[in-house]
Each structure stands twice: as C-alpha cells, then as structure tokens.
C-alpha cells in the first residue's frame, strides 16, 4: 500500500504533479544524459569506448563526436518530454480527475521516446549504423546472447549490466501500460504494482539479472573449449559471477510473498529469509564491483593490498582520477547497494513505501551504475592496453595504447 497522502480515492499526492510514466521517461532520458557524459569524460581521459565496445567509427572528421552525438540525442529528448509535461500540467492544472483522464497525453510521451531509439535520425544522434548496432545488440541480449570479443562482447555485457540497474524501470513501465490497457485504469493512477497478476512484475524485475546469468554461462562455455583454455583456466569466475547474478533471484521471489502477505500479516521467518537474501546479493555484488569489475586490491592479500608501487587497496594504474576519488566510490557503491536496510526500521519502511521515496530509490541505483561505468570501462582497457592475453582470454597487439597509456597514467598518478 502507498503511503503517500491520498489526494484522491485512486490517485497520491506525488503522482498528482509526477504520474509514473513521467518518471519512467525521466530515467530513460537521464540515462542517455549520463551515457554522454561517460562517453564525453573518458574521452578526456584517453579512454576510446567506442573502440572497446566495438561501436562503429565516424566516417569522416566532420561528423560529430560519439559524446555530443548523444548529447544532441538527449537534448532532443529532453525538450519532447519536457514540452509533453508541460502541457499535461497546463491541461490538468492539478486537478484529480483532469490527471487520471488526461493519461494519454505521456504514454505518448513514452510511445514517442520509444520510436525515437527505433528510428535513425541522423541530425539528432548517432549515425544510421550505429542505431542499427544498439538495435541489433538489444536485440541479442534479450534473451541472454553474447558476441564473441572481436564483434563487442563487452558492449554486450555493459549494456546488460545496466539493464538489471534498470530492472525497477522495466518493472514500471510494464505497470504503466497495464494500467492504461485496463478497462477504467489509468496510468497516472497511483501505481499498481499488482496490475497483470502477482507473478509479472517479479519476472520482469528478475529478467535483467537471467540475461547475465546466461551471459556468464555462455563465457563459462566458450573458456571450457575455445583456444585459449590453459591460459585462461577452467573458467570458475564466470561460474562465480553467474551465481552472484542468481542471488538476486530469492530476493525478488521473497519481496513478492511478503508483499502478498502484507494484509494478513507476513511470517517473521519469511522476513528473516528476505533480509539474508539481501544482505547476501549486496555484499557479494559489492566485492564484485570492487575486486573483479574494477580490479581493485581492497579485498586481496595484503601483499597485493599493500604493494609499493600502488595506492593502499587500490591498482598502480589509475586513469580516471585520482586516488581519493576511488576510495570515495568504494563507499558511494557500497552504500547505494545497500539502500534495502531502510526497510529495516519501521518508520523508514513506512517512509520507503512513498511512491517520491521509490523514485528516489531508483534514481540513485541509476546513479551508482553511472559511477560504475566509468570505473568497469577503464579496467576494460587497462586489460586490453596490457601486453599478452586480454581479460577476454583473446591476444591483443595494443602497443600503442599501451605506450601512451602508460605515459598517461603516470601524469595521473
């Protein structure tokens, strides 16, 4: 149950001035915001995305940058939405039943941003062949694909990886159009969450983390038989990594019973069952971050934690910034992967059911997976700008990236 205000029978008082869709258009938008932006900072910091992720390249030097591509992107989406929301408050001037009747005007919003990402216009992003590539990988993740590292297996992986920060948005969006397809519903009602049946929504939130599961199974597979299976050995991380993407599972299967249990009262080890759950898919998804995401020594021995030539707990090479930013991430991950204990104590838990409490939730998962990204981009490269076998267990000749790489981490430094 919401615990927002009632302002009305069938509507709370945030969704009143922010209904669901719009909020669901605001993260897809920001996400293209800060994708620029990671795209636009590591080009400062030497770091060639697109070559990683194998984007196609600019064929002349007079089309924009991939950064300000996206950046024209977002503007454009940004001016949309933001005209569509402006309309939708001049029309409903706050008015309960104008916001519930007038629930047409942003799923058309969200009906335009979603034929915007599928038709290629050339002034406004990226070029028609790299529309037709994010497409084509949307495509093949969806049901858990994975490129070999020659044709962007690593693009496939990053965008997986941000989808299961986004799995509450997928989640949400599929609430919004339940709403609206349902006889006297509205998607700028307070959102259902039960809307389609109390197994959909729990299987949207886990399909995210299955597509990675499948990813690591796959990359499980190709280790076992490829050509470089004694110098990568028998594949036990990517076994690892598949099971920390499983426990997210139990704690969307035990947050579905206890919301089905809230009216009657839920069992106590039930409850006990969902807070392990959780504690163990944060912790084990933060050491992840930490130690295999971003090859940082925190958790290693102390011989590896304490070398010479390296910050305490962190690697020699640091491309991004310096030191005391990475320390500052460590906590901002770890804390922002545990915002779940708020629920721990009765009155947040109160708090936390506030439909703006649930935006604000999401809002900061989409930021940690931001930070992320900057940090898991540039471990990517410093492995591939390695000499000998890249982290994909395939051989790499980037003696140039690694030469001014090199050069460049010690100005860091």
Request: net charge positive.
């Amino acid at each position: 149950m919401d615990g927002d205000p009632a302002v009305d029978p069938r509507l709370d008082s945030f969704s009143l001035t922010f209904p669901l869709p719009y909020r669901v258009a605001f993260i897809v938008i920001l996400a293209v915001w800060g994708w620029g932006m990671n795209l636009h900072f590591l080009h400062i910091r030497r770091i060639d995305v697109p070559d990683l992720i194998r984007y196609p390249r600019r064929s002349n030097t007079l089309q924009p940058t991939h950064h300000h591509s996206t950046y024209r992107l977002a503007s454009f989406l940004s001016l949309t939405s933001g005209a569509s929301i402006l309309i939708f408050w001049l029309a409903t001037r706050r008015d309960p039943q104008r916001v519930i009747d007038y629930d047409w005007l942003p799923m058309a919003n969200l009906f335009s941003l979603a034929v915007l990402f599928a038709i290629p216009l050339r002034r406004l992003s990226v070029s028609h062949t790299g529309r037709s590539r994010l497409l084509s990988t949307l495509r093949r993740i969806s049901v858990g694909g994975l490129a070999e590292a020659k044709d962007g297996k690593f693009g496939d992986i990053l965008l997986a990886d941000v989808l299961t920060s986004y799995a509450k948005i997928l989640a949400d969006l599929f609430v919004c159009l339940c709403m609206f397809l349902t006889h006297d519903g509205s998607a700028t009602a307070r959102p259902d969450r039960d809307c389609g049946g109390d197994v959909l929504v729990p299987l949207i939130l886990a399909v995210p983390s299955a597509i990675r599961l499948r990813q690591c199974l796959i990359e499980y597979v190709r280790v076992r038989s490829g050509p470089y299976r004694e110098a990568t050995g028998w594949g036990g991380q990517h076994l690892a990594n598949a099971a920390k993407y499983s426990t997210a599972f139990p704690v969307i299967l035990l947050a579905a019973m206890l919301r089905n249990q809230q009216d009657g009262g839920s069992s106590p080890g039930l409850y006990r069952a969902w807070v392990a759950a959780c504690l163990l898919n944060a912790l084990y998804s933060f050491y992840w971050d930490v130690t295999k995401d971003w090859d940082l020594t925190l958790f290693a021995g102390a011989r590896a934690r304490n070398a010479p030539d390296q910050p305490f707990g962190l690697r020699r090479r640091l491309l991004v910034h310096r030191p005391g930013v990475y320390y500052a991430v460590i906590a901002l991950d770890l804390a922002l992967r545990c915002t779940w204990v708020i629920k721990l104590h009765p009155q947040m838990d109160r708090l936390s059911n506030f439909e703006s409490s649930i935006f604000l939730i999401q809002f900061l998962e989409v930021l940690r997976r931001w930070v992320w990204i900057f940090f898991r981009v540039e471990t990517e490269w410093i492995r591939n700008a390695a000499p000998g076998l890249g982290a994909d267990g395939a051989l790499v000749l980037l003696g140039d990236f690694q030469g001014n790489g090199s050069k460049y981490a010690d100005e860091i430094e």
